[in-house]
């Protein structure tokens, strides 16, 4: 059986201190698996004249160019005995990766970590094959997960309460854009429904033909199925409020509800929005939710839990106050 070598990125080292190697191989084996069930056989960090890799075996029919596109892939080789072999392995994005590395901002989710999510929540769904999918993040900040979507070639659909937030991902996007001379149309204006004011609304569509489009409401997340109103999505992929910085402010007002009741009160608005055989994606911190909770709440919410194997392979410390978990959940078609 082929044996591959992931060069992990040295910034991953940061994001998940000594858990990068045990998170990439939990991502290897769901994301491998969506395409060919069981094709990896085996994964496990090694060292190569004092460089660590993961070690990744996969099953003869798997294309080994897969492994590109996990989130802290660097570099992959065969291992041919003494010898290492490059693979040709992008990981198919679009873009500059400085659409996601240029803004710096208190409360953004790592982008490492965000591409794991939307990684492993893409390859738990159970939809008809099609490369480009919708993605929203309902708890969008200033829009991490929303430029992944658009890197990987999807549709980005985002919900963030706060507007200055939205504001600033609008400035950026609208200069990034505009520098990197991609054709687009890009706008920021008011929401209006039946001459009620629902927030603001950021609107974008990148590309020449069949252009991809981006759409973001400054509003309440309970609010989702108002604002979507017919359209649905594929995927929900969604970094959870982690405390008083980035509080959870509900429809009723005030920051009093803290993210364990913001996700009890969002978890069925998100699924009404969701395609059958969609899939759920949630970084939380487990200090204020434990991962029974969440999976308790999630089945309260009608989803199916995918919580068995690789799918516990994501907690890790972030720092003194937050441990965090990634919980993947499917809707039944
Ligand atoms: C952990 S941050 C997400 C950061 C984002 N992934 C990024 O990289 O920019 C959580 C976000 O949820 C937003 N939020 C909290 N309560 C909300 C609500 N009720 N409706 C919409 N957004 C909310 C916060 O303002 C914050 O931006």
């Given at each position: 059986m082929p044996e591959y070598l992931v060069l992990l990125a040295?910034?991953?080292n940061r994001v998940y201190a000594g858990d990068a190697p045990a998170i990439t191989a939990a991502e290897a084996e769901i994301v491998v698996s969506a395409v060919h069930l069981g094709g990896v056989v085996g994964a496990s960090p090694t060292t190569v004249a004092g460089v660590p890799y993961l070690a990744v075996e996969l099953a003869d029919a798997v294309d080994p160019r897969i492994l590109g596109g996990l989130a802290a892939t660097f570099a992959v080789f065969e291992r041919e005995g003494d010898l290492l072999r490059p693979v040709e392995a992008r990981g198919g994005e679009r873009f500059d990766d400085d659409l996601l590395t240029i803004p710096k901002y208190p409360g953004k989710t790592n982008e490492q970590l965000t591409r794991v999510l939307l990684n492993v929540t893409l390859a738990s769904t159970d939809l008809p094959d099609r490369a480009r999918r919708t993605v929203l993040d309902p708890l969008a900040g200033r829009g991490t997960t929303l430029s992944w979507a658009l890197t990987l070639g999807h549709d980005a659909v985002g919900v963030e309460v706060e507007r200055r937030e939205v504001e600033a991902?609008?400035?950026f996007l609208t200069t990034w854009l505009r520098r990197k001379r991609l054709k687009h149309r890009i706008?920021?204006?008011?929401?209006?429904?039946?001459g009620r004011r629902l927030g603001d609304l950021l609107e974008a569509e990148i590309g020449r033909d069949d252009p991809q489009s981006l759409v973001l409401f400054a509003a309440d997340t309970l609010a989702t199925a108002e604002l979507l109103?017919?359209?649905r999505v594929d995927v929900v992929v969604t970094d959870a409020p982690y405390g008083v910085a980035h509080g959870s402010r509900g429809v009723r007002g005030g920051r009093d509800r803290s993210?364990?009741?913001l996700l009890a009160d969002a978890l069925p608005v998100w699924v009404s929005v969701l395609r059958p055989g969609g899939a759920v994606g949630i970084a939380w911190n487990t200090h204020g939710l434990s991962?029974?909770?969440?999976v308790a709440r999630c089945g309260r919410a009608?989803?199916?839990v995918c919580d068995d194997g690789?799918?516990?392979g994501f907690a890790h410390r972030v720092d003194a106050g937050i441990h965090r978990d990634l919980l993947v959940a499917r809707k039944p078609r």
């Open positions: 040295p910034s991953s991902y609008s400035a706008g920021l204006t008011p929401l209006r429904r039946d109103q017919r359209r993210p364990a009741d991962r029974a909770d969440l009608g989803l199916e690789p799918y516990r």
